[in-house]
């Protein structure tokens, strides 16, 4: 059955890219050498209607299974949907083996709206940066993140965007410079291609506003 972000579909889960092979689950004698991940250990029955693992099962394979980020927006968009609470993965993964499995937990919130806010959040806070997410200002509506209470960042997934919707992002973004804010915005391939660029560029900008305070 599938599992692991193979099932991500069938859960409506948050994937940063589809998998190049299958995330399976199989028990032990009855593996094959086929072109697939293999999983084993389940937690809870599996769905009956469906070939794919319980949720819970799901999200732990990821947690053992994936990179951080991968892992990470799983598990948080089940989260958020209330689906999963991070102290029943908790509790599931013990010991030393797990560890690296228990550090992405750490990192799970609520509050994003996409995985291109959960992931740009993490790493803004991993470089120890306060962040709030979906920060409402007036005139401007809710911005997706803002850093040190005046850097707005905005994040857009969309490959191929609509003029209507870009001009009413620049008047967002123009009227809240106008209210002091400064605002930077992030697309798919800078959040998920190119973290520690967006990073740098951010820590730049908070930088300089730092020094000019300082002088002032």
Known sequence: ????????????????????????????????????????????????LRPVAALADVLVHALRCLPFPESLVMVECAVSRGDMTVGFLRHRLPGKRNGKARAVLD?????????????????????????????????VGYVDLLLDGWLVVELDGRHHAEWNQVQKDHRRNNESVVQ??????????DVVYHPDAMVAQV??????????????
């Open 107 to 139: 990192w799970v919130d609520r509050g994003s709206d996409s995985l291109l806010e959960t992931l740009a959040r993490t790493y803004f806070r991993q470089a120890g940066i306060s962040v709030q997410t979906q920060f409402y200002l007036a005139r």
């Open 1 to 48: 059955m599938l599992t692991c972000s193979s099932a991500a579909p069938y859960y409506n889960l948050w994937c940063v890219k589809p998998p190049v092979l299958r995330h399976v689950y199989h028990q032990r004698q009855a593996a094959v050498g086929d072109p697939a991940v293999h999983h084993a250990g389940l937690l809870l029955p599996p769905s009956r």
């Open 180 to 189: 002091g804010y400064t605002a930077l915005r992030y697309y798919y391939s």
């Open 203 to 216: 820590l730049a900008v908070l930088a300089r506003r730092a020094r000019s305070s300082a002088s002032g």
